[in-house]
Nanobody, 128 residues
């Protein structure tokens, strides 16, 4: 059974940084894309970033570009999200996502329906 477990969320002041981690178990995702999404209260789940299988090509939502960095360690089956210069509008539950339907694809996966595995989410709160 596949599990994605996020960690690293918390409360931070505006301008601060956090690093989220997502450890996958039950299946290796080294040949598949992984991503991060977020959901604020009363809003739809929103794409944040994605990374391709092993060459690590990345893609970001405009709202986080230049502030967030996604990376992965395939040996650890883990994806990370380094978040710098955080803003109050970044406050949300952050979800890790993975899929195993597009082997070694270089097409960016930016829709929630592109992914078939999800973590339970980790809360990120940015105070002003």
């Amino acid at each position: 059974q596949v599990h994605l477990v996020e960690s690293g969320g918390g409360l931070v002041q505006a301008g601060g940084s956090l690093r989220l981690s997502c450890a996958a178990s039950g299946r290796s995702f080294g040949n598949y894309p992984m991503g991060w999404f977020r959901q604020a209260p009363g809003k739809e789940r929103q794409f944040v970033s994605t990374i391709t299988w092993s060459d690590g090509i990345t893609y970001y939502a405009d709202s986080v570009k230049g502030r967030f960095t996604i990376s992965r360690d395939n040996a650890k089956n883990t994806v990370y999200l380094q978040m710098n210069s955080l803003k109050p509008e970044d406050t949300a539950v952050y979800y890790c996502a993975a899929e195993d339907r597009t082997w070694r694809s270089r097409t960016f996966r930016v829709k929630a329906y592109d992914y078939n595995y999800w973590g339970q989410g980790t809360q990120v709160t940015v105070s002003s």
